[in-house]
């Protein structure tokens, strides 16, 4: 069986929302689970990411999609500090080659949440991962998905707190691209 992780941090819940609809999208391709790891506040001790059965968790995965608010422009701090509690897996390549992708969220249109997907996929290739993109060229799909344009991972956009359906079905094809190319890479 073919393991997808994802990992997110969601402070108000709309982050965690597209992660549900992440995780239907991998469950939907035959042969390949999802892994939830949810990031919490008290994951983190005197400002460290203590939560290590969640850094185990990711062990045996082959892919893993990372999810975060934008917060201030990029990930939040909560995602920080899981990222920064890997560095001795990163000294050991121990995620070498698995496949990596991410989403984000953020309440403005154009609220930087670029530079969020791009940190996480910097993030990724410090371990050696291999970024999955959002192949739905924005603004060309017949079904409207990719509503925001991004092709690096998934932009989605809250209104008052609220999620846009599209972007969960967006979401929902993320996982699935995800799950697809860790299959195809496993084979
Ligand atoms: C401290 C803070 C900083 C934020 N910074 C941004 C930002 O830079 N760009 C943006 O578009 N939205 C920003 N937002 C809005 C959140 O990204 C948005 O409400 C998102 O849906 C929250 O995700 P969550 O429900 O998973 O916590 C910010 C919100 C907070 C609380």
């Not at 890997?86 to 930087?112: Q, R, V, Y």
């Not at 846009?164 to 496993?186: P, W």
């Amino acid at each position: 069986m073919v393991k997808v992780a994802i990992i997110f941090h969601s402070a108000s819940g709309t982050t965690k929302k597209l992660a549900e609809a992440v995780a239907s999208g991998i469950r939907s391709v035959s042969g390949v689970d999802a892994v939830i790891a949810e990031i919490v506040g008290t994951d983190i001790v005197e400002g460290r990411f203590k939560n290590l059965a969640l850094i185990e968790q990711l062990k045996d995965v082959d892919a893993m999609v990372f999810g975060s608010p934008t917060f201030m422009g990029c990930v939040s701090a909560q995602f920080k500090a899981f990222a920064d509690a890997t560095g001795d897996l990163w000294a050991e390549k121990a995620w070498s080659n698995k496949i990596a992708s991410g989403f984000t969220i953020g309440s403005n249109l154009s609220g930087d949440q670029l530079n969020t997907i791009q940190y996480m996929q910097i993030f990724a290739n410090q371990h050696g991962m291999l970024w999955a993109s959002l192949d739905i060229p924005g603004n060309c799909d017949a079904e409207g998905r990719n509503r925001l344009g991004a092709q690096s991972g998934l932009i989605a956009h809250s209104k008052d707190g609220e999620l846009n359906a599209i972007d969960l079905v967006t979401a929902k094809y993320l996982g699935q691209r995800v799950a697809n190319v860790a299959k195809r890479f496993v084979a």
